[in-house]
T-cell receptor
Framework: QKEVEQDPGPLSVPEGAIVSLNCTYS??????FMWYRQYSRKGPELLMY????GNKEDGRFTAQVDKSSKYISLFIRDSQPSDSATYLC??????????????FGEGTQLTVNP | GAGVSQSPRYKVAKRGQDVALRCDPI?????LFWYQQALGQGPEFLTY????????KSGLPSDRFFAERPEGSVSTLKIQRTQQEDSAVYLC?????????????FGSGTRLTVV
């Protein structure tokens, strides 16, 4: 079983829809939670960064972390065609050595149709 | 430069050939990571440097993989005697801080195809 599980999709929505992306994890040592967006043939780009449980909002994006359920979510409001990409959840435990490494989900491929 | 630069962007190697992949991190960034991303998968950790010290190499899949960062800036990932299963995108990431920061900046990667 993978440490981080993410539904790979693909997910296809109409423009303006609310998108919900989710990941579950098994390692209770994870403290830092991130969402990256990856366009085709590009490297991942950091979207949201959260420490421990709670919500964080940035424009059309909201990240939620529920450590008790080991469940994180990313919501995209008023989705745009330019949001079409692969969304990767990532997490780490912190610490000087191996705690810095990110463990990624498989990625969810999102298409927003105009 | 403004971002993390990786070269070459694309590399085709014959099975058994040695390859070297280069990463130029953002100037002044202390931490540098290498990840391997297979097609349709999330990136998987290979190795981590803090300045010139390689603090974690537990993700390197075999002793054919070797990474260095001798002066604490540019890093090279070397793969000896390449195999078809080494075909993947190799991503480099850097961050200003050390452990736990998480908000890394990734390069666009080197796409390695072993034929």
């Amino acid at each position: 079983q993978k440490e981080v599980e993410q539904d790979p999709g693909p997910l296809s929505v109409p423009e303006g829809a609310i998108v919900s992306l989710n990941c579950t994890y098994s390692n209770s040592a994870f403290q830092y939670f991130m969402w990256y967006r990856q366009y085709s043939r590009k490297g991942p780009e950091l979207l949201m960064y959260t420490y421990s449980s709670g919500n964080k909002e940035d424009g059309r994006f909201t990240a939620q972390v529920d450590k008790s359920s080991k469940y994180i979510s990313l919501f995209i409001r008023d989705s745009q065609p330019s949001d079409s990409a692969t969304y990767l959840c990532a997490m780490s435990g912190g610490g000087e050595t191996s705690g810095s490494r990110l463990t990624f989900g498989e990625g969810t491929q999102l298409t927003v149709n105009p | 430069g403004a971002g993390v630069s990786q070269s070459p962007r694309y590399k085709v190697a014959k099975r058994g050939q040695d390859v070297a992949l280069r990463c130029d991190p953002i100037s002044g960034h202390v931490s540098l990571f290498w990840y391997q991303q297979a097609l349709g998968q999330g990136p998987e950790f290979l190795t981590y440097f803090q300045n010139e010290a390689q603090l974690d190499k537990s993700g390197l899949p075999s002793d054919r993989f070797f990474a260095e960062r001798p002066e604490g800036s540019v890093s090279t990932l070397k793969i000896q005697r390449t195999q078809q299963e080494d075909s993947a995108v190799y991503l480099c990431a850097s961050s200003l801080g050390g452990a736990g920061a998480g908000g890394y900046t990734f390069g666009s990667g080197t796409r390695l195809t072993v034929v």
